[in-house]
Structure formats: structure tokens, C-alpha cells
């Protein structure tokens, strides 16, 4: 509890401070599964580097979430991304696409 406790000390003092100020940063590509490197910095810095998950928080394993899937016509701008922890992700998109099409897209186990 000591270490884990330690690192968000230091997580905190690494990570800026959310701002709610920051401008909105539009890059298009043309892919919409294509997120640019000063798009993600953005989201990353807006969701204080955290899954956005209502109770979670956690910094770890994070990724880029489309809110709007791109299967579903989602694009790559800032107001369509978020952060999420790859537990969150993964449950967004059984909620997204169903466990049948998601079953695709796993590794059987």
C-alpha cells in the first residue's frame, strides 16, 4: 500500500494539473482510427492522464477511446476521444458491437 501510495504521490506531481481551458486540437488525417501524436497529448493532458470511466482513475494500461465508435462513424477529434484503462475500453466495446462480433477479435484463451 506504502509503494502504490508512493507512485501516485509522484504521479501526481508528474502529470499536470487538468485544465479546462485547453483548446480544442483538430488534426485530420483522413483515417479516423488514426490519432496524431499532438491529438493524443491533448486528450491525455484534458483527462489528467487517467481512465475517464466514471469511478475508476486508474493510470495504468490506458488508451485512446473513440466515444462514437469508427465502426459506427466515430472520427478522430478531440470531443470523440477519451481516455480509458483496457478493462473500460474492452467493456465499451462489447457495449458498442456485442459479444458476438467482439469474440472476432479475441484471442481464444
Not at 487538468?18 to 488514426?34: A, C, I, Q
Not at 481512465?51 to 477511446?65: A, K, N
Not at 484503462?85 to 481464444?108: R, V
Request: positive net charge.
Amino acid at each position: 500500500e506504502l509503494i502504490e501510495y508512493m507512485a501516485n504521490q509522484v504521479l501526481k506531481t508528474l502529470i499536470p494539473k487538468k485544465v479546462d481551458t485547453l483548446p480544442p486540437v483538430e488534426v485530420f488525417s483522413g483515417n479516423p482510427r488514426y490519432v496524431p501524436a499532438k491529438l493524443k497529448s491533448f486528450v491525455w493532458h484534458r483527462d489528467n492522464g487517467q481512465c475517464t470511466h466514471p469511478g475508476c482513475g486508474s493510470r495504468y494500461f490506458l488508451e485512446i477511446h473513440h466515444i462514437r465508435a469508427v465502426g459506427k462513424g466515430g472520427q478522430a477529434t478531440s470531443d470523440n476521444l477519451t481516455l480509458l484503462c483496457k478493462t473500460h475500453n474492452l467493456a465499451a466495446a462489447y457495449e458498442d458491437f456485442g459479444a458476438e462480433k467482439m469474440a472476432h477479435h479475441l484471442p481464444i484463451s
